[in-house]
């Protein structure tokens, strides 16, 4: 069976277990990072050698980069649904997750981090500050583009979604003030409705 490491409360792991209910596939899911511990232990730096999670193992096979998780369980389960089969589409698809990785995420991260990971006493105001001015760009953009879209990559729910869906229901949940985004706010509760996105997309962020 499909092995999972991670601890559920990262974006990173979110995306993958997101992936794995869509695609009702069986697994098992190790907590693991955080308060968790393991990914420094020898053993874990060898599934893993940067000591972070997500990592999957399948019969011998280890896989580490979450989005490079979520396309190969789409790949090789969800043809025609979670992996477009027209190759523009899919490409349509793969541009929004390397986007919520290397933009959309990166901006937010440090206010996250603020809010949720730093205690009040440590907590730096303008870290947070800084971080939102960086990410509301990100957000203006993605709010244009599903302006008249359901879903990102068009019509039919994609592997982008799950990427992107996660970023967005993390920034919609960040307590601070934020410019009104109603088209991410639909998009937001559309991902809601999906039963395969309730371990992710219902939980409260920590
Ligand atoms: N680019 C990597 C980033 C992985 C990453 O940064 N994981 C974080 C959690 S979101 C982590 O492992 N942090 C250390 C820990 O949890 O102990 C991916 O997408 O999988």
């Known amino acids: 069976m499909l ?3 991670g601890r559920l409360n990262s974006i990173n792991v979110q995306k993958v277990v997101w992936a794995l209910e869509e695609l009702g596939l069986p697994h098992e899911r190790v907590d693991a990072g955080g308060p968790f511990g393991i990914v420094n ?10 000591g972070l999670v997500p990592v999957i193992e399948e019969d011998g096979f280890v896989l580490w980069e979450s989005n490079a998780i979520v396309r190969y369980l789409a790949a090789k389960h969800g043809a025609g649904s979670l992996w477009p089969t027209d190759l523009r589409e899919r490409a349509d698809a793969d541009r929004w997750m390397d986007w919520q990785a290397t933009a959309f995420t990166p901006a937010m991260g440090p206010a996250f981090h603020q809010l949720f990971r730093t205690s009040p006493e440590q907590r730096d105001r303008s870290i947070v500050e800084a971080a939102i001015a960086k990410a509301e760009p990100f957000a203006a953009l993605l709010d244009r583009h599903m302006g008249d879209r359901t879903y990102v990559a068009g019509a039919a729910f994609t592997m982008g979604d799950i990427a992107v869906g996660a970023a967005v229901h993390r920034w919609l949940n960040l307590p ?6 109603p088209n991410l706010e639909r998009f937001h509760r559309t991902l809601r409705e999906r039963p395969a996105a309730a371990k992710v997309l219902v939980t409260p962020i920590t």
């Open 41 to 50: 232990t020898p053993e874990y730096r060898k599934l893993n050698p940067n």
């Open 3 to 5: 092995r999972l490491w």
């Open 176 to 181: 601070v003030q934020r410019e009104p985004r």
